[in-house]
């Protein structure tokens, strides 16, 4: 199919493009990037006017909770709600039932998301065997499983992580990571208490060379200490969520909704996550999407379970909250939310160059709206930002050339037309 994307504004961190034009996409590759308002004929018409084009979003943190927890979220859901928000790609944490820590459940996981509806789903293996703490998983026989990730990168998972727990010995983090190392996997370090296992996990990279990434870092401690680890030159990242450069502890209130872990920081620890998005020290935007049923969370809040949504806002609240206010340029935002993750993970996308993948998203960034659980597509309505009033309605997600969300009854028409 010839998709033909017209005269919107392109945001390309690669090649630092804002500027307005169009998109030529053919059999799943953009084949001409055009900044003279030419149109093409194309089998269908995206008029972007007055909206971003931008390479698809790509989340390093999402919980889908298949298999073991599909009254929460399962894989169809999960998805939908990432094309809803923009995302093409996402990943997926292992703390499921089984846990990820074999080939079996990886094949299963994304043979599940191959029948679903494009969104490219990737599995991030457990550190140790049902996330016990106590020995490896088997790291070679997830890296040698099939998957979407294999097609991209030759390797059947993304990295390992043991995201809902930390791993609490010392000695096992260390064979995990020089196992790791060999096998080219990034580990990803759920830090909890945040501070104390930052600094660990630093000195065990110092001895490992391992490729670390820190998961929802939220205080200015963690911070400095990243910062000083990457001006030591450590092969180190780190991302953080929308509700931890938005949202701190004053405003909880006993919410269950606005329970989560690592809890909400101070005002100060808020001021220092938007200084590291903007100097670099935080990479990029994750969402550590964590849906719950409404059981869950509808209990007095010392009981209630943790975790809020994030894949159907992510978006507008970063958009809202670090674009609108001037913190980040549109170009920075983007980068953060799709091109340096594409990086991290290693994989060609997050670009909008010409022989690119078309994983894309149009965006109305002038689209006011308030924030309401009632209009998700995810099966968790736990959203910290109920109520908030955010800029930015995806209008098109686009997959490897196909459209996976969106279509308006003016572009049907104009489809018919050519």
């Excluded at 727990?165 to 208490?193: G, W």
């Excluded at 101070?266 to 935080?282: C, Q």
């Excluded at 006011?368 to 930015?392: C, T």
């Excluded at 209008?395 to 196909?402: L, Q, R, W």
Aim: hydrophobic content about 35%.
């Amino acid at each position: 199919m010839k998709l033909f994307i017209g005269n919107g504004l392109i945001v390309d961190p690669l090649r630092s493009y804002v500027a307005s034009g169009s998109l030529m996409i053919e059999d799943g590759i953009i084949t001409e990037v055009l900044f003279d308002g030419e149109e093409k004929e194309a089998d269908f018409l995206i008029d972007a006017r007055g909206k971003w084009i931008v390479p698809g979003l790509i989340d390093l943190h999402v919980h889908l909770r298949e298999p073991g927890f599909e009254y929460k979220e399962d894989i169809d859901s999960g998805c939908a709600a990432a094309a809803k928000g923009g995302y093409t790609t996402i990943c997926c944490m292992p703390n499921t039932s089984p846990v990820i820590d074999t080939p079996d459940t990886v094949s299963d996981i994304d043979k599940r998301a191959r029948e679903g509806n494009g969104v490219q789903l990737l599995c991030i293996g457990a550190i140790t065997k049902d996330q016990a703490g106590n020995e490896m998983a088997d790291y070679k026989g997830m890296v040698s499983a099939q998957t979407v990730f294999t097609g991209m990168t030759g390797r059947g998972i993304c990295g390992i992580s043991e995201d809902g727990k930390t791993v609490m010995d010392e000695k096992v983090m260390i064979e995990a990571m020089n196992e790791a190392k060999k096998l080219r996997l990034t580990v990803f370090s759920h830090a909890e208490p945040e501070a104390d296992i930052v600094r660990r996990d630093l000195k065990l990279v110092e001895q490992t060379g391992c490729r670390l990434h820190f998961c929802h870092i939220s205080k200015k401690e963690s911070i400095e200490l990243i910062r000083e680890a990457k001006k030591s030159g450590l092969p180190v990242t780190a991302e953080t969520a929308p509700h931890y450069f938005t949202l701190d502890d004053s405003l909880v209130n006993g919410d269950p909704n606005k329970k989560m872990n690592p809890p909400l920081r101070t005002k100060e620890d808020v001021k220092a996550v938007a200084e590291a998005l903007k100097d670099g020290t935080i990479d990029i935007i994750a969402t550590d999407h964590a849906p719950h049923h409404e059981r869950d969370k509808k209990l007095p809040f010392e009981d209630a379970a943790n975790g809020v949504t994030g894949l159907d806002t992510s978006f507008q609240v970063s958009y809202t909250m670090l674009v609108k206010t001037g913190i980040l340029t549109p170009i920075e935002l983007i980068y953060k939310m799709s091109t340096k993750p594409a990086e991290i993970l290693g994989i060609d996308r997050g670009s909008l160059l010409a022989g690119k993948a078309a994983d894309i998203a149009v965006i109305d960034v002038e689209k006011q709206y308030e924030i309401n659980p009632s209009d998700f597509l995810s099966k968790g309505k736990n959203s910290a930002f109920i109520g908030m009033n955010v800029f930015g309605e995806t209008e098109y997600t686009i997959i490897n050339g196909n459209i996976v969300w969106g279509g308006t009854e003016n572009d049907r028409q104009i489809d018919e037309k050519n």
